[in-house]
């Protein structure tokens, strides 16, 4: 890999991470404990495998949520 790629790997990288942590600030868990917060994300993603109906509603929610950004 070349030293630009590799570079903008990286930049992508963390702006990902970047918004990611922004969606715990806009959720409004800025202040939660971090085991917390990672524990409810691995039984999101254990719930996730396994409910579809489940990751529809919380799409809608999050869809809904993101389109009232505005308001």
Same mark, same amino acid.
């Given at each position: 890999?070349?030293?630009?790629?590799?570079?903008?790997?990286?930049?992508? /990288?963390?702006? /990902?991470?970047?918004?990611? #942590?922004?969606?715990?600030?806009?959720? #409004?868990?800025?202040?939660?404990? *971090?085991?917390?917060?990672?524990?409810?994300?691995? /039984?999101?993603?254990?719930?996730?495998?396994? /409910?579809?109906?489940? *990751?529809? *509603?919380?799409?809608?929610?999050?869809?809904?949520?993101? #389109?009232?950004? #505005?308001?």
């Amino acid at each position: 890999m070349s030293r630009n790629a590799t570079s903008d790997a990286r930049k992508k /990288d963390t702006r /990902d991470k970047i918004e990611l #942590g922004g969606l715990i600030v806009k959720a #409004g868990l800025r202040f939660e404990k *971090r085991a917390l917060l990672f524990g409810a994300l691995i /039984d999101l993603r254990k719930r996730l495998r396994s /409910d579809e109906k489940e *990751r529809t *509603r919380l799409t809608a929610i999050g869809a809904e949520a993101f #389109g009232n950004e #505005g308001e």
